[in-house]
């Protein structure tokens, strides 16, 4: 077999060298600023736009820039920048779509009820109009602010390493996998320990009776070391991969805007202000009639 010429091997050799270097000054940069972003408080605040930055070291002046972290969907930490950055998350379209769903099946509600309903169940399908109105003017308010949630990537190398460890880490979840290193290295041990195992007998200095009881202590000592490695590549053992706990500061979710939506809405309704201004915007989707039936109803003091 031939041999790699020396220019060669000393130019891979160097290329190794220069990406295990690469690699550790961005590990060490990330891990310096994923420390300095958890000394950041915990920020739920929605986020509608969403941004990753893909960098061989960390972009310092969006770390700047940040003024909370929480984490993302996926487990990963996320900054919290005051701008309009990235795309929009298309989660808060969802968002807008069904609030404005919700104010247009109140006000088809509404409608029914002014036509051949009581005015006390006209009243109830104001009072539903009225919430979901303010829900939707609330959204751009409280759920659609100037910050975006940023997520930092390391470019490659480090990139590859982490997507190598990441595709292990997968491979050693799967079951079949797992029970085929099991064989492997159960079949390599005993061979191992049992060549082993000869080879101290016969080197042990007693004769008879003593040397078999050695022999026998030695076959226990080295065939009992193998259950703690064992443990360990079992498939079904109880060193498997344990799910591991959701970090506390979650993001937040749709569902929990638009519970608080829902909740600040309460707070608007209830006066003769709210009233109008839920009056004002029915004005552009009632007829003439059935306006003049729901101030009947209402009697509000709009002057």
């Known amino acids: 077999m031939k041999q790699v010429p020396k220019p060669v091997s000393a130019v891979l050799l160097m290329a190794l060298a220069s990406l ?47 003024i909370g972290h929480r984490y993302g969907f996926s487990g990963e930490l996320e900054m919290v920048v005051p701008e309009k950055l990235g795309k929009p998350n298309p ?27 009581s005015d006390e169940e006209v009243e109830m399908a104001f009072q539903v109009v009225e919430r979901s109105y303010f829900m939707f003017w ?19 190398p480090l990139k590859w390493v982490l997507s190598l ?22 079949a390599f041990l005993i061979v191992g320990i049992f060549w082993l195992w000869l080879f101290l007998v016969a080197r042990v200095p ?26 360990l590549t079992h498939p079904n053992g109880e060193n498997d991969h344990p799910t591991p706990a959701r970090p506390g500061c979650d993001v937040v979710h749709l569902e929990d805007c638009h519970s608080m939506l829902f909740h600040a809405a309460l707070d608007y309704m209830g006066d003769e202000k709210a009233t109008c201004e839920t009056l004002a915007y029915l004005e552009k989707r009632l007829r003439k009639d059935e306006m003049e039936r729901l101030a009947e109803v209402l009697e509000p003091d709009c002057t």
């Open 20 to 66: 295990a270097l690469a690699s550790t000054i961005q590990w060490t940069a990330f891990e310096n600023a994923r420390e300095r972003a958890l000394l950041l408080p915990c920020n739920l605040s929605p986020a509608p736009y969403r941004l990753e930055v893909e960098s061989f070291l960390p972009p310092g002046e969006l770390l700047d820039e940040a």
């Open 91 to 117: 989660e808060y379209e969802d968002l807008y779509w069904h609030l404005s769903r919700e104010l247009n099946d109140s006000v088809t509600y509404l409608r029914n009820f002014l036509a051949n309903g």
């Open 138 to 156: 609330l959204q751009e308010r409280l759920c659609r602010k100037n910050l975006t949630a940023v997520t930092f990537k390391p470019a490659p």
């Open 165 to 186: 460890r990441s595709a292990l880490e997968n491979l050693s979840k799967n079951e079949n996998f797992r029970a085929m290193l099991f064989g492997t290295v159960l």
């Open 206 to 231: 007693f004769k008879g009776p003593l040397k078999m009881a050695t022999s026998f202590l030695l076959m226990v000592i080295l065939f009992g070391s193998v259950i703690p490695v064992l443990k």
